[in-house]
């Protein structure tokens, strides 16, 4: 057990859709980085957050936003859903978001748009 | 540009060592990471290299150099739980920037 906490594990919905996702760090982490994994593809950087800022974006959609809130935990929302959108979304965290940091995962949410 | 690669599979036999490799390009260089991903689950911290050399944790080692843009996992007397995808990640050195780079990932496989 990693520490990192998600919710949902798994969530389905319909195509047009929004959904949210939680994610709380570990104790102690300030950094919250979220990853989109669809079958056979590797980890795609979406964002991070330190201290409640952003601090860096990968590819993320303009559909998809997130924000890091003052008690740390951070929310992934994802709208106007289409079904390639259908992943395992992560959440990690880290101590202070640098480039040196470890990142611990938390179990992830499985998402399905049907 | 930026890349990583890895084999995509490797099988291997219970109790024997495997080399699983990584190769990258990135626009500077902050340090490598492996991670060990069972199907559906989250990836897990094995090891971190910055410098050139041998790391070595327990049954797991992990090399790196720089000059040649190349690292490797070393699995020793693998056993049936190994048999997960072994993720490549790197930190680039980019300027404002805080982000990994991770690979596609090797599958490995265990047999009996």
């Known amino acids: 057990d990693s520490g990192v906490t998600q919710t949902p594990k798994h969530l389905i919905t319909a195509t047009g859709q929004r959904v949210t996702l939680r994610c709380s760090p570990r104790?102690?982490?300030?950094?919250v980085y979220w990853y989109q994994q669809s079958l056979d593809q590797g980890l795609q950087f979406l964002i991070q957050?330190?201290?409640?800022?952003?601090?860096a974006k990968g590819n993320i959609l303009e559909r998809f936003s997130a924000q890091q809130f003052p008690d740390l935990h951070s929310e992934l929302n994802l709208s106007s859903l289409e079904l390639g959108d259908s992943a395992l979304y992560f959440c990690?965290?880290?101590?202070?978001?640098?480039?040196?940091?470890?990142?611990?995962f938390g179990p992830g949410t499985r998402l399905t748009v049907l | 540009g930026q890349n990583i690669d890895q084999p995509t599979e490797m099988t291997a036999t219970e109790g024997a060592i495997v080399q699983i490799n990584c190769t990258y390009q990135?626009?500077?260089?902050?340090?490598l990471f492996w991670y060990q991903q069972h199907a559906g689950e989250a990836p897990t911290f094995l090891s971190y290299?910055?410098?050139?050399g041998l790391e070595e944790k327990g049954r797991f080692s992990s090399f790196l150099s720089r000059s040649k843009g190349y690292s490797y996992l070393l699995l020793k007397e693998l056993q049936m739980k190994d048999s997960a995808s072994y993720l490549c990640?790197?930190?680039?050195?980019?300027?404002?920037?805080?982000?990994?780079?991770f690979g596609t990932g090797t599958r490995l496989k265990v047999l009996a």
């Open positions: 990135t626009s500077g260089f902050n340090g």
């Open positions: 990640a790197v930190s680039p050195l980019t300027s404002g920037t805080y982000k990994y780079i």
């Open positions: 290299n910055v410098l050139d």
């Open positions: 957050y330190y201290n409640g800022e952003e601090r």
């Open positions: 104790s102690g982490d300030l950094s």
């Open positions: 990690a965290s880290s101590v202070e978001g640098r480039n040196t940091d470890t990142q611990y």
